[in-house]
Each structure stands twice: as structure tokens, then as C-alpha cells.
């Protein structure tokens, strides 16, 4: 059920406060992509994705160092799109392993931005 990588997840609303969707699954073996959408502001501070079942025990997979280049972790992959405050989330191959709960991060002074995902892999 993920988005396939590609072009078409810039053309949906934007520039919203942290939206992520809650529940995400996918196919054993295959790719799976997410967007998490970020309010207008925070396009210049680094965005991430960390595994855990709750904030403050949660690990980072993948962070894009406040730039819009790819970012690359094994299988795991992160884009942040600033025209459009989307960060795409790519998790190549995906095994029974890589289910569990993660966090969309927007990374800031204080407290950071952070929206829940469960990711669910069906075999």
C-alpha cells in the first residue's frame, strides 16, 4: 500500500503543520515510500526518520542534514522537497524486520516536531 517513487507525491497539498499518515504497509520484497508534510518555515532545518515506540526512545533510521540532496542509510532513504514542505521516506526490500514504530522528525530548538507511523509488512 505504499507510494511508488516517482514524481506525482509533489502534487499534493503542502505546507501543512506535520502530517504523516498513521498507518503505512506493504508487500515483503517490496519498496515502500511515504510523505510526511511539514508547515511553511522549517524547509531549511533537518527533517528524519527514527524507530521506536515512543519520542523519547526513538532512534534515527535516516536524516537529511538540512539539505534537499538524497540521503541514503542501507535501504533506507530520505528527500525533503522544500517548494513543496514534503519529505519522502523510501524503504527498499522491505522484510518482516522493518515493521514497528517510527517517527516523521522535523528537527528544532527544544522540543522537535514529530508525527507517528506504523509500518505494517504483510509476507
Do not use: H
Amino acid at each position: 500500500m505504499g507510494i511508488r517513487p516517482g514524481w506525482g507525491w509533489l502534487l499534493l497539498p503542502a505546507c501543512q503543520a506535520l502530517l504523516v499518515p498513521r498507518e503505512v504497509g506493504g508487500q515483503e520484497g517490496e519498496t515502500l515510500s511515504l510523505r510526511c508534510w511539514y508547515a511553511r518555515g522549517y524547509e531549511g532545518y533537518n527533517k528524519y526518520w527514527c524507530r521506536g515506540a515512543a519520542r523519547a526512545s526513538c532512534r534515527k533510521v535516516v536524516e537529511t542534514a538540512g539539505i534537499e540532496v538524497p540521503v541514503r542509510n542501507g535501504r533506507v532513504s530520505i528527500a525533503d522537497n522544500r517548494l513543496f514542505c514534503v519529505v519522502l521516506l523510501t524503504v527498499e526490500e522491505l522484510s518482516r524486520e522493518d515493521a514497528g514504530s517510527y517517527w516523521c522528525g522535523v528537527e528544532r530548538a527544544g522540543r522537535d516536531i514529530m508525527g507517528p507511523v506504523t509500518l505494517t509488512v504483510r509476507a
